[in-house]
């Protein structure tokens, strides 16, 4: 049970952390249209997402079994979970104060006080019985969606080849960059350490898992540097060499550090791999 709720955390946390990622980037779309300004808001962006993957992977290295915190929570799982909880509910709630783009279209300008005062009517009617209006709008949300089906399939249908090609190549990327980051730091613990995960806490075995995974936190580490490294020149280099070399050429960094990881057991070799997969 302990685990089928662990495993449940967890997707739910990434769920969590991947449906706030497109809304803001959507937001950032909407604050900044122009070219030079969207790609510099994103590029601030993705400097951040390093910024905060450092902060992630730096948290686990300490020992937080001394402190007053886990001492109250019971372990340092629960302390770090905590802490998790606490950064990241601060950082949406944070979000929600961020001012979004105001409407300028004389249309939207020249709604009166009357239609105001009318639509307030009809809300506080709505609210009387708001079950039945929340049941009916489900079923009318419903009859949208299966509406929007063939709308869809006509539209991919017709979108372009580079489109679908670009959607591969994004797709494919991110499952190897996500299942690189989740079975990383077990591969250097059993595989370059030669420990056991499951061994007795303070047995041989063991320790060696537990300094085989802080050296693989400290390569996601370094891999966050790198990101934050290449977001901050990334307006240089996409002026430089273009935005299709310069995609290219990241998404390209992934398969080569993952082959040198797979065909070496130097441990400062595959570290210096995994800072590579930064650069994507």
């Not at 109250?72 to 944070?94: D, M």
Request: charged share 10%.
């Amino acid at each position: 049970m302990e685990v089928a709720f662990l495993v449940f955390g967890i997707v739910l946390l990434d769920s969590c952390g991947q449906v706030c990622f497109t809304p803001l980037e959507a937001l950032l779309s909407d604050l900044f249209p122009e070219g030079e300004a969207c790609r510099k808001a994103f590029s601030v962006y993705a400097l951040t997402v390093g910024v905060g993957a450092c902060i992630g992977y730096l948290i686990p290295s300490v020992d937080w079994s001394g402190s007053w915190l886990a001492q109250q929570l019971g372990g340092q799982e629960q302390c770090l979970f905590t802490l998790l909880l606490i950064i990241f509910s601060g950082c949406v709630f944070a979000t929600f104060f961020v001012s979004e783009e105001i409407w300028t279209n004389s249309v939207h300008q020249d709604i009166s006080l009357e239609q105001t005062a009318r639509w307030g009517t009809s809300l506080q009617l709505c609210q009387l019985w708001t079950l039945p209006y929340n049941l009916w709008r489900m079923v009318l949300a419903f009859r949208s969606a299966c509406a929007l089906v063939p709308r869809l399939r006509r539209f991919c249908c017709g979108v372009p080849i580079a489109l679908w090609r670009l959607f591969v190549a994004q797709l494919c990327s991110w499952m190897g960059l996500m299942t690189f980051i989740l079975f990383y730091t077990d591969f250097v613990g059993e595989g370059l350490y030669h420990g056991v995960p499951v061994a007795e806490p303070g047995t041989e075995a063991r320790l060696r898992y537990d300094e085989g995974v802080r050296m693989g936190s400290l390569g996601l580490f370094l891999q966050s540097v790198i990101s934050i490294a290449f977001s901050a020149s990334m307006d240089h280099l996409v002026r430089t060499f273009g935005t299709r070399f310069v995609y290219i050429a990241g998404v390209s960094c992934l398969p080569v550090a993952a082959t040198i990881m797979c065909f070496s057991s130097n441990v400062v070799m595959v570290t210096a791999s995994a800072a590579i997969t930064g650069i994507p």
